[in-house]
Structure formats: C-alpha cells, structure tokens
C-alpha cells in the first residue's frame, strides 16, 4: 500500500518557545502569547499585539470570526488559551498519535504563529533572524522525537545571506529536510537575482527544499489596497489573489535562469491553491514565447520550454475540493495530498476528503506520497 504524506500540517509554538530557544542576548526581542484582562491570548512583540491567539478547530472557521467579535463588543472570551489547547498540535508523541488516528503515516510540519508575524517584524533584521533562529532550534528537537514520520519546516530569511547558509547547515545535521521563505523580494531585488544563487547552491548541498506557504510576509501589492480593519485576521486582498505571490516567484526563478542554473533545486507551494496550475503553465510557456518574439531576445537562454522546469522542480499542494486528479491531467503529476491540519480551514478526515472526490493513495501515489517525498529529498 501506498505510504501517505500530509504535504501540510501546523505545529503550534509553546507560549514560551521564542524566549526559551532565542540567543539570550536577544531575549528582549523575542515573541510571546499573553493573556489580556478579558482572557484573550494574544503574540506580541515589543509590547506590541501582533495578533490574536486562536485555538482553531479543524472546519469551524467561524468559532475564530466569534472570538474577534466578541473582543470588538468588550466581551470576555469565549474560553482560556490553555484550558482548550490539545496536546497534539505542540508535542511530537500526541502528534505522532493523532496522524495515526488520520490514517497517515507521516506529515509535514509548518509554524502556526510564525505565519502572522514575518512581515511586522521585517522592520528589524536581527530581531527577524533571532526569531525565526528559536523556532528552527525548536523544531530540530522536535524532528529528533518525530520517528522520521514528523517532518518540520523551518523559517528562513534570504535577507541575511551568511546567516541563512549557517541555519541551512545546522538544520541539515537535525535532519530538517524542508524551509519556508517568502515569495517576494529581496530588500529590492528579486529572487533570480544573482547574488542569490550561492544561496540556492546551500539549499542544494544541504538537502533543504525551499517552499512557499500562505502567510503574512512582505507583499507583492502597494499597502494602499489593503482596505481591512487593522484587527482583520486575513486580508480580502490576499484571500482572492492567493496564487499570484507564488506564481510570480516561480516565473521569476525560471524566466531568469535561476531552475536552469541549479537543476537540483526543489521547490514546495503549499497551501496557496492549486487550481491555477494548468492555466498558469499555458501562460507561463505562452507569455514567454510572445516577449521573446517582440523583444527579440529572452531573459534567459533556457534549453527547455519554461513549463518543463516547473514540472521538474516544483510540487503544489493541492485540497480535495480542488480536484486533483483533474489536475494532474492537465498539468502533470505535480500535486500532493494535504490536510491543513489542524487549522479551522483544514479538515479533521483528510483521506476519507480525497475518496469522497474518488482519489485514493492506490489511484494516485504521486499526490499521496510520491510529490512530498521528492520536496523531503526521499527519492
């Protein structure tokens, strides 16, 4: 039978884990969840509410809009952080137990809060590295007691080259095999931007695949088109153009050279939609070709049609409401399996999900296993 990989699953930190892992002379700059007076539990920084610590349930989205509502009505909160946080979404054994109880048999670990706090906290580079430092120290105890079947993501910054290059390197020897990185520029410059190849080059020689995940990290769009209420959990703008940060991070790295110029570079997307792929990829060969013909030259002199890169570097995850077997038949097999796990817009019963829409891991074991193993380095 065909061995199953969640593509995407979430860890949430312990209320302490930034100060407990960060260089102690950063203490100061360090993350925590505190409770206010009406029994909210909040991240914060420098004094500073990032966001609202939800507990989430798995499908009930709406429980996390009444905690918001209840806070702007000056109402106590519908119940303590800690009183209802259960133990697998923090302690490997639990989580070992609970991919059991999903019918896994393993998964892929990204941050909870570290998907609410990159782009606030981009204002200080040392606090930023610091950070994201405790929770890649965090999670290398984590993939120690995960049995090989508990895959963490580590949280890296392209900002700080030499930094990276040393994460990259400790990571490696933890047996972190995975990294998320925004899908935006570089203090200016873009990803393909040749300064950055001796840091593709790390991600290669350490057997780290660099993945895109939905989060609050720099935007690709002007702040003045982010109309929300400063308290809004996710922006409309983002909702809605979910695909278009990984989209253009993906034609940039292969418009420019940069897949040509390191074959060996995986690529994750993941929780940012899928159903653009196959329309993606017409555009992607389609667009290229055209600009090359009116401008007479291309921005890169690629052997291969630019779709063929992403076909043989990057994978997407892809829900069961997306459809995925459809998918593979227009744009590949390049999908993977992924419950969001355990977050209010993920699902409690994955694999049944996936059978409901009549794929299976036997049908399908590139989407069930296959896709992630590749981003893991497994094959």
């Known amino acids: 039978m065909t061995a199953i990989i969640d593509s995407d699953q979430h860890l949430y930190e312990p209320r302490t884990m930034w100060v407990d892992h960060i260089d102690p002379a950063m203490r100061s700059e360090a993350l925590r969840i505190e409770d206010d007076d009406l029994g909210y539990a909040w991240l914060t920084w420098r004094d500073q509410r990032i966001s609202m610590a939800d507990v989430a349930v798995p499908g009930d989205t709406a429980r996390i809009g009444d905690q918001r509502r209840r806070h702007r009505a000056g109402e106590r909160s519908g119940y303590l952080y800690d009183d209802v946080l259960p133990a697998d979404f923090s302690e490997p054994s639990a989580r070992l137990a609970r991919i059991d109880e999903l019918g896994l048999d393993s998964a892929v670990l990204f941050p909870n809060f570290g998907l609410l706090w990159e782009r606030r906290l981009s204002q200080s580079l040392p606090a930023l590295t610091a950070n994201m430092a405790a929770w890649n120290r965090w999670i290398a105890e984590f993939a120690a007691e995960g049995k090989n079947r508990l895959h ?4 890296l910054t392209l900002r700080d080259a030499d930094w990276l290059i040393t994460q990259l390197r400790e990571l490696s020897s933890a047996g972190v095999r995975l990294a998320m990185i925004a899908p935006s520029l570089v203090d200016g410059r873009p990803l393909s931007h040749p300064d950055h190849d001796r840091i593709w080059s790390a991600f290669v020689e350490h057997g780290i695949t660099p993945c895109f995940h939905v989060a609050d990290q720099p935007r690709i769009f002007d702040d003045a088109w982010y109309t929300d209420s ?19 991070a993906i034609t940039d790295l292969i418009a420019n050279g940069t897949l040509e110029r390191h074959p060996e570079l995986r690529i994750g997307i993941v929780e940012l939609s899928s159903i653009w792929v196959p329309m993606y990829l017409l555009m992607l060969d389609g667009g290229l070709d055209f600009v090359a013909r009116m401008n007479g030259q291309s921005l890169a002199d690629l052997p291969m049609r630019p779709s063929e890169y992403f076909r043989r570097q990057v994978r997407v995850s892809a829900f069961s409401y997306e459809l995925p077997e459809r998918l593979c038949a227009d744009a590949g097999d390049l999908f993977m399996f992924c419950s969001d796990y355990p977050h209010a817009e993920g699902t409690a019963t994955p694999v049944r999900d996936y059978e409901n829409v009549g794929t299976t891991a036997d049908r399908a074991p590139g989407l069930f296993h296959d896709n992630a193993a590749f981003l893991l380095c497994l094959n």
């Open 152 to 155: 963490p993501v580590a949280h």
């Open 230 to 248: 400063d308290d809004a959990f996710v922006p409309a703008l983002e909702s809605v153009f979910l695909s278009t940060p990984p989209a253009l």
